[in-house]
């Protein structure tokens, strides 16, 4: 899968993601397409995949403690794929990559919270926190990301910290990241 992604990052470097296809994405790293949709529904699916592999490659070094240094270690590590980034977050249009980053997130609060308080039916209040939550951290991020907001990694940690509800903090500071936690999401 890592062939794949690598492929599209090379036909980032001279085409913008409205204008690389799938079979293209093929093409430049020597697969047949039936072998990207085994993996793959389509590019958005790749790079949410490619999210999800750089989120959970932060995570694994996550202190213990949900704190401001951990938002901090996180932004810091998906900021050294901001061009990465950049490139693939400008289809506007189709929604598709906001759509899945907020998708994965939302479902990785839900998981930990449902985990934290012994597998409890979440109830709409909290799911709706969440996804009000999880969106403002996603628009804000690409905000920063993109160079629209004047704010330091520093500022955006504190921030995001000060802003998360008391019990996903609750929830995220008893959690031990690991691969499960992405097991079934997507």
Known sequence: MNKILNALEKL???HNINNISVLSICKECGIVPQTFYNHFHD???LIAWSFK?????????????????S???LLDSLKSRKSFYKKVYIDDDQHYVDN????????LAERIVRLYSWNHKMNINEQLIIQ??????????KLWLFGCMDITTDQLAKFQYKETPKF?????NEHVFNNSDFDDIF
């Open 100 to 107: 899945y980053t907020h998708r994965l997130n939302v479902q």
């Open 53 to 69: 592999k750089d989120v959970l490659m932060s995570l694994k070094n996550f202190p213990k403690d949900y704190s401001v240094q």
């Open 43 to 45: 590019k958005y699916d």
């Open 12 to 14: 980032l470097q001279h």
């Open 71 to 73: 938002i901090k270690a």
């Open 132 to 141: 009000y939550h999880m969106y403002g951290i996603m628009r804000v991020f």
């Open 168 to 172: 996903l903090i609750d929830a995220l």
